[in-house]
């Protein structure tokens, strides 16, 4: 059973950084993608970064050059590097991976 569980998240000022983590137990994380998402109260659920097994990228527009996703295989563990952070990316952060979600963190980004 695939678990996700995740970590990093708080309140921040703008213009702060923040670093995300996604663990995986239970599937093979060397060979699948990875995604993190988020949702804003009151928005859809929208992707924000997604990395794959080949470390391949790809990044929401709102979020290029300030985040960076990445994965050590080592460790099955995912990352979202959050920087230059702006009250608009507030919001609850998801992992995803194969058809699994993590339970969500909340990133705050306010004065």
């Known amino acids: 059973q695939v ?4 970590s990093g998240g708080g309140l921040v000022q ?3 950084s923040l670093r995300l983590s996604c663990a995986v137990s239970g599937s093979i994380f060397r060979s699948n993608a990875m995604a993190w998402y988020r949702q804003a109260p009151g928005k859809q659920r ?3 970064a997604q990395i794959t097994s080949l470390g391949s990228t790809n990044y929401a527009d709102s979020v290029k050059g300030r985040f960076t996703i990445s994965r050590d295989n080592t460790k099955k563990t995912g990352y979202l590097q959050m920087n230059s952070l702006k009250p608009e990316d507030t919001a609850v952060y998801y992992c995803y991976f194969v058809g699994h979600w993590g339970q969500g963190t909340q990133v705050t980004v306010s004065s």
């Open 3 to 6: 678990q996700l569980v995740e």
């Open 14 to 16: 703008p213009g702060g």
């Open 46 to 48: 929208e992707l924000v």
